[in-house]
């Protein structure tokens, strides 16, 4: 959500940096862009638009220059204009501001500096940002950072500020909720809301924590607590991920090529250190009370893995959205334990719902896909999924990874960690197998056949019906179709009444004590005119069409929804959509 990029240091084409970094950044969901840099001649060179990055030719960018910073907007105050697109500049066009996040505070800063003169261009709460900065300059012997942080302490809200000055090659960075990253090279830095925008220049990597700043001067690097002033010491953290790694090669799409990394992923998550899941399965079966916490389709996954304890661990655990969590406080102690799981790790939901079992003193688990993300940091203990950068905003391999962990944790809670680990291999090896052409081109042939409908409902029962929940999921953000999952026995209790002749109903089956049950349901939809699609690994009568799907035990679910991703692509490019970066949505959701 939000694009921040910036960079400082000897080379000549900072502007070219930074629009292909931002380029890279575009998985994050914006609806506009804009870029400042900082000319030979000391003057500021700018450009914003609404819409896409994507066809914009780097070379407009190589105007000689060593300092700029870029962003890509997700709006929140102010529509989708130009005027409103970021950066944000001082009245004396000194100092240009990009900015993700919220100020809270915006409109009372706006009226303390209209009366003193100031004037604003645009609708945003950002703009105060720079004209505050450039009203704090105003004390002699202020110095950039000075003001910047003094700036920092006037605002409410959560945010990340990335500040330029026309009158030097600095560049101060500060963060409070919303994610910064320092890249390091020889004698040049990178500062960025994520590591794919720098990945082609360093690996080294300084992560900002909260209510910290930074400022780049002189070919020097400073952090500081932005409340004391108190400088910080960072350790330099080098980053597994290549380029190739965040790059879709010869895929059309991220989406695509991160379902078909799932032939490797499901194997690299359940490469897990032993004694970690051993002393996570422990911290499980200690603790008083257990609550999966996440958002989304990790929400989803969290609602799989309620299955696997119960089932395969024979231990109850609650789960709860992120976004409602906070109403569980009543009932944390620190005896609880809360297991939040998040592909991006900078869920501001998630977060705060990590805030509040602070307060509560209760401990926390984070199982996540990015290494050094704030949920990762923030966590007491973390186990991260291995599955490389995903860059589509439709989780595909991190969701598969996430539920891979968990059954891992739920089988070492049983006392069966080497069985968990051999199930979940051979579940990696049926799915290296599924991802074959003439898979795919079954499951887009079934997609060409429903693509114009409008709805589509999708059930599932035990471990499937989480599933269901996310295939939905996947089938509306990417495709803009409106589907809808439901436990199968649920229909009978209202959403039957929806079915009409040839609606397309997907069940997600398993070969398993639910089929008698879910065959029935079927049989109901069927009377109804409905035109079913199964997902199982048993052919029935009944199916219209049948996707066939390797018998997995309890790693079904995993395999389950594979099919379904590629249906969901499918059905996005077939309706003209651009399944990488669905309308109104942001890969990594870093407001509340
Ligand atoms: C997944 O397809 C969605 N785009 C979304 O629901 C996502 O899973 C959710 O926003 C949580 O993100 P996280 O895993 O990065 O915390």
Redesign the pocket.
Known sequence: MCGIFGYTGPRKNAGVIVIKGLKNLEYRGYDSWGVAMRLKDGTLSSSKEVGKIGAVRNEDFSDESSLAIAHSRWATHGGVTKENAHPHFSGDQRIAVVHNGIIENFEELRRELEAKGHTFASETDTEVIPHLIEELLKTKGTTLHEAVRAACKRFVGRYAILVMDRTSETLVAARTGSPLIVGVGEKEFFIASDIPAFLEYTRTVEYLDDGEMVTVENGAIRFQNIETGEERAKRLVTIDWTIKDADKGEYEHYMMKEIMDQKQTIQRAVHQDDEQILKVAKAIETCLGCILC??????KVCMAADYFFSVVAKRHVNFAPASEFPIYHHFLKPESLIIV???????AD?LEAMKVARQAGSKVLAIVNTEGSSIARAADFTLLINAGPERA???TK??TGQMAVLLLIAHAIAGKLNVGRTLLLEASGQINDMLNPRYIEHIRGIAQKIAHHENMYIIGKGWNYPMALESA??IQ?VSYIHAEGFAAGELKHGPIALIEEGTPCIALMGNDEFTADILSNIMELKARGAYIIAVSPVRHDMFDLWIKVPDAGAAQPIVNIIPIQILAYSLAVLRGKDPDMPRN?A???TVK
């Open positions: 996440a958002c989304g389709t990790a929400g799981v998040s592909q991006s790790g900078e869920t998630v905003v439709a989780s991190a969701a999921i996947k953000e949505l890969k990594s959701v």
